[in-house]
């Protein structure tokens, strides 16, 4: 396989750049290509920009740069597309991509791979075999460029998506490879966000990577610097020159009605942080109002508040819907117009009793309509560009006919028809009487679109008035000074972390012993179960062991009274439902049971306490080690390949892409079934609703185990050569003594006993 001459640490390979030569995609089934000819060279120290109207085939394009198009068996090719001397196509097989190439894409979730912020940076690195010295060199500065050089220990999914954004940035930064294409970087950007994402592009081409960064006409990269090659509607090459989307103005004509909803003072802690703290908000019937705030400000939280995510509830059920920031989340059907179907049977009929339907259904369907058109009805939704699923997500929310509309960064990735079409539908909705609350980092949008803003930072409403009192996106606070630690609040002292310390992670117990001795642990436990023989054995074994568990356990969850109780509380439950349920399946034994001399009874509590023994065993490992530690603890001391190592940390990513999605997708479910006055069908809703959401999860995870898998490939995983780690976990005496100690425990407590 072709590799750089210096893949472990060069920066550049002189010389090299991108050529893209008439190149042609289609999909299989499809009589068109996207995009139809693309011609465009990127010289390395060069950047240029790629800019076009949404589906005229930008993104396709990355992809193929990337290598990673070439194996999709669905997507036929004509034209080149040659980085660093290699087409991407004809030698996909050929060529150590990972070397070549870094990108980003436009959806940052589907990038998140690992457990931590830093991990997640290094992980690249460490799939291409660079020692660890240089990882956390290039993890410090990479993460420094983008400002989350303070939540370097954090959970991905704990950030805010302008945050998580940033941080796919940041892996790309790292990978300093030749060439770096960034699929719509700034688009979730606040605007400082937006300037160092530039800043730092602008760096890798003064180190002589050539990089394309496909944009829809932000300052932060169509400012004059750099040249544009702009791609048609059909998906030829248009010519150079800027392109920048029109912002149409919104003008609703309508006095401010009552008020919808109304946020007073409210402050939300979750997961130990504090994402609001004193928010306040009001919402009138016929006005546009915009929330604006850096990333991490808590706008996505404010959202969830007024939605009834949390224990608020500001608002009645059936007065709100919600256009998701990833627009993804909230589709579960197999094509466009099954998705726009569905929506439709969802809204609440006109003449029901208690219906505040703000619009008449042919006014929502020629609104809707106009949202819609352009889109292709019989493609299934998560096939369509970025500004196609803003357009269908909003939609949706809209066919759902709520008095209040919640939309959440609805502008990025539209172009200028999406962005007609969009404040088309919003202005028809305020004026007959609609409220919508929308979040955007684009000032020139506030601008023509809102009525009123509401400035939020760090989980604080800090001004609320008429848009002509606004003083714009500068009277947000810099994030340079708070480095977007709102949503994360630093108040959390047992998450806080030192700004250079990439290594951090969240605290353990017996953090200084190796991952693997959990092992000897959990077996000591076990045999335990075995030195007294029966039922009354076991019971000491459990009773042992749900002992440590109730010590460690507030070691593990973190400060707070109530979070430790909750967790001691849980475990216990976990075992207790373990050892019943098994215990119970014993009973099939118990015919059988005679011959060994114990009763029906000591049959079944004598397995039931066995199984709850290992339950509790194992839940005091997980509480001593983290399941990603483990793994590469394995996958270092133990030799094991690191595809195994890889795939392992692949299912934990999957987890806690779940974890973050799976109340997402039950909101969604909630929000599009509940109906104003029917407080029975809305409890009802309320207990089916996470039931509701499992089939769309299921098939979110699907998707995003695809897209896991482009990411890793992307990184470098399957490379012929060793992988080096951020981390390394050596085997200490320390951790012999307590291998130790856990075998000769069990085997002296027996003699004693014996």
């Known amino acids: 396989m072709l590799q750089p001459a210096l893949w472990n640490g060069a920066r550049s390979v002189s010389g090299k750049r991108v050529v893209v030569d008439s190149l042609g995609v289609r999909r299989e089934g499809r009589t068109s290509w996207r995009p139809e000819s693309v011609n465009l060279t990127v010289d390395s120290g060069d950047l240029r920009v790629l800019a076009g109207p949404c589906g005229s085939g930008k993104s396709t394009t990355a992809r193929v740069l990337t290598g990673l198009a070439a194996a999709d068996a669905g997507l036929s090719f004509r034209g080149s597309a ?25 959806d940052p979730d589907a990038q998140v791979t690992c457990r931590t912020v830093a991990e997640e940076v290094a992980s690249g690195l460490e799939f291409r075999g660079i020692a660890s010295q240089e990882i956390e060199k290039r993890t410090h500065e990479a993460l420094a460029k983008v400002g989350l050089s303070s939540l ?42 937006a300037q160092d994402v530039a800043a730092a592009a602008a760096e890798l081409r003064s180190n002589h990577a050539a990089v394309l960064v496909i944009d829809h006409g932000s300052t932060a990269f169509q400012d004059g610097k750099y040249p544009v090659t702009v791609l048609a509607r059909d998906g030829n090459t248009a010519g150079d020159g800027p392109w920048s989307p029109h912002i149409p103005v919104i003008h609703t004509n309508h006095t401010p009605g009552a008020v919808v909803a109304r946020v007073q003072r409210v402050h939300l802690r979750t997961a130990g942080k504090t994402r609001l703290h004193d928010a306040s908000i009001t919402l009138r019937a016929g006005q546009i109002h915009a929330l604006v705030g850096d990333n991490g400000a808590g706008k996505s939280s404010l959202f969830g508040v007024i939605a009834g995510s949390f224990r608020h509830k500001p608002v009645p059920d059936g007065i709100v819907d919600w256009a998701f920031q990833n627009p993804e989340h909230q589709f579960s059907a197999l094509t466009v117009d099954e998705e726009l179907r569905r929506a439709r049977l969802r809204g609440v009929d006109q003449t029901d009793e208690g219906s505040t339907r703000p619009l008449n259904a042919e006014t929502l369907d020629n609104l809707v309509s106009g949202l819609t058109a352009e889109l292709p009805t019989d493609q299934p939704p998560h096939q369509l560009s970025g500004g196609q699923k803003r357009l269908l997500g909003v939609a949706c ?45 684009d000032e020139r949008v506030v601008r023509a679109w809102a009525d009123r803003v509401t400035v939020l930072r760090h989980g604080t409403s800090v001004w609320e008035g ?54 000897p642990i959990i077996g000591a436990l076990i045999a335990l179960a075995f030195v007294v023989p029966g039922a009354t054995g076991r019971l000491y074994a459990l009773m042992v062991s749900l002992g440590i568990l109730t010590v460690i356990t507030p070691l593990r969850t973190g400060p707070g009274l109530p979070r430790r109780v909750a967790g001691v509380a849980l475990r216990w439950a976990i075992v207790a439902i373990v050892t019943v349920v098994f215990g119970l399946l014993a009973l099939r034994g118990t015919a059988y049971s005679s011959g060994s001399g114990e009763s029906p009874w000591e049959h079944v509590a004598s397995h039931g306490l066995l199984l709850g023994t290992v339950c509790a065993a194992t839940l005091v490992a997980g509480c001593i080690a983290d399941a990603t530690d483990i793994v590469n603890a394995a996958a270092q001391r133990l030799r094991l390949p690191a595809t195994w190592a890889a795939v392992a940390n692949s299912g934990l990513a999957i987890a806690r892409y779940l974890r973050h999605t799976g109340p997402i997708a039950r909101d969604a479910a909630r929000l599009r079934a509940v109906r104003p006055s029917h407080r029975f069908h809305n409890g009802l809703v309320r207990l089916i609703s996470p039931f509701a959401a499992l089939f769309p999860i299921f098939v979110d995870a699907i998707r995003f185990s695809r897209r896991l898998a482009d990411t890793l490939t992307l990184r470098g995983l399957g490379l012929s050569r060793p992988r080096t780690y951020l981390r390394a976990f050596p085997w200490k005496i320390r951790d012999t003594i307590v291998t130790a100690v856990c075998i000769i425990l069990p085997l002296v407590i027996a003699e004693l006993l014996l």
């Open 82 to 106: 040659v980085i660093a001397g290699h087409d991407t196509v004809s030698e996909v097989e050929r060529v150590s991509w990972p070397d070549f190439v870094s990108a980003v894409g436009q």
């Open 152 to 193: 370097a220990g954090e959970e991905p999914f704990r950030l805010s998506g302008g945050q998580r954004q940033r941080l796919a940035v940041a892996c790309a930064l790292a990978a300093a490879t030749p060439v770096t294409v960034l699929d719509e970087p700034v688009a979730n950007l606040d605007p400082d966000g």
């Open 397 to 441: 929310a809209m066919l759902s006919n709520r008095p209040l509309l919640l939309l959440d960064e609805p502008t990025a990735h539209l172009d200028e028809r999406g962005l007609t079409a969009l404040a088309h539908a919003l202005e028809g909705w305020a004026q007959a009487g609609g409220a919508v609350l929308f979040t955007c980092h």
């Open 466 to 519: 008429d848009i002509a009192e606004w003083s714009g996106m500068q009277d947000g606070e810099s994030r340079k000074e708070s480095d977007t630690t709102a949503e994360v609040s630093p108040s959390s002292t047992s998450m806080s972390r030192p700004a250079h310390d990439v290594r951090a992670v969240r605290p353990m117990p017996f953090a200084g012993l190796n991952p693997l001795t959990c092992f």
